[in-house]
């Protein structure tokens, strides 16, 4: 191993749970926290299962699997970090909560431990200049599902060290399948801030009756070759986490790209929020069996 041995992963939710084994797949021992023992078993369960599911793939064998969950310990104690050579936040997306959770991390791990944060649209400079020794903060930032997704974004904050850069770039090269990219810390970093302004787009053509959803979608997927039309995405992302992304980075630029559409709203606000609800653009309740 070259770098960070031991990795924390604050926050085992939708995201933490596979960032936790993207790590430990790499060789790396994990300390996972979460905020209470039954999230904590939810979050390793979660890992256990996609996990599980690699197996009867056949994408991993089942000793290999046995392998990564035995590098993955959880704690719901900060102290238990203490051992963590880099550490990456992976909890709800509030700056206050981040800050206060990565301060109490801060005290318990040494001075020049990189302290990571995986948000999407939190400012990570206004995050480092929040906490001590801000050379050591920067941005992580996974895609979902991130055991599968390759991208992940290194963000240089103003205030990151370049040679952070460079060990980050050279942690994600040990992570299998995945690429790395580095961004400056801008509204949406480098793939959201063009995604949304798209996705917006597409919602917008689909109000004004351009086409059906599912024509929308085969159009950019058979006629441009997209691997998935944006209603498709827009389903899987989940519109409640669209809307928030795009209202971030609508507040902190002022382009109104990333106005969130009307019919946006309109559909968080009936609870048709995508797969997880079983009812979105393209997942209907007529379909949502069909469609899991
Ligand atoms: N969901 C996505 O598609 C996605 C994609 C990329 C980045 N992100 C970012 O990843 C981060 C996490 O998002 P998510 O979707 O996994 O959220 P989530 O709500 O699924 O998970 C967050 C987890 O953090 C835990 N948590 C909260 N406070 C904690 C504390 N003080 N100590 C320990 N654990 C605590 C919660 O119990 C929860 O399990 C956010 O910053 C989000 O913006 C999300």
Not at 61 to 72: N, Y
Not at 95 to 116: C, H, S
Not at 119 to 124: D, E, G, P, R
Request: proline share 4%.
């Amino acid at each position: 191993m070259t770098d960070f041995n031991t990795i924390a992963v604050l926050g085992l939710g939708t995201m933490g749970a596979g960032i936790a084994q993207v790590v430990a797949r790499s060789g790396r021992s994990v300390v996972a926290l979460e905020a209470d023992e039954q999230r904590l078993d939810d979050g390793l369960a979660a890992v256990a299962a996609f996990l599980d599911g690699s197996v009867e793939r056949g994408k991993l064998a089942p000793d290999e699997r046995d392998a990564v969950l035995g590098r993955i310990t959880g704690t719901t104690d900060v102290a238990d970090l203490s051992s963590a050579e880099a550490v990456v936040e992976s909890v709800s997306e509030q700056l206050e909560i981040k800050v206060a959770l990565l301060e109490r991390v801060a005290a318990v791990v040494g001075l020049d431990v990189p302290l990571l944060t995986n948000t999407s649209a939190l400012s990570v400079t206004d995050l480092a200049a929040r906490l001590p020794h801000p050379e050591r903060v920067a941005g992580l930032h996974f895609f979902n599902p991130a055991p599968l997704m390759r991208t992940v974004e290194v963000v240089r904050a103003l205030q990151t060290g370049e040679t952070l850069v460079e060990r980050l770039v050279a942690l994600v090269g040990t992570f299998a399948d995945k690429d790395p990219v580095v961004v400056d810390d801008r509204p949406g970093f480098l793939v959201n801030a063009l995604l949304l302004p798209y996705l917006n787009d597409v919602i917008g053509e689909l109000d004004a009756g351009l086409a059906t959803a599912e024509d929308l979608d085969v159009a950019l997927e058979l006629g441009l070759g997209y691997r998935t039309g944006p209603m498709r995405m827009l389903d899987v992302i989940g519109l409640d986490v669209h809307l928030h992304a795009t209202e971030a980075i609508h507040a902190a630029t002022g382009d109104a790209r990333y106005a969130a559409p009307p019919l946006l709203r309109r559909m968080v606000a009936a609870g048709r929020l995508g797969d997880k609800s079983g009812h979105g653009f393209r997942v209907t309740p007529d379909n949502h069996h069909e469609g899991q």
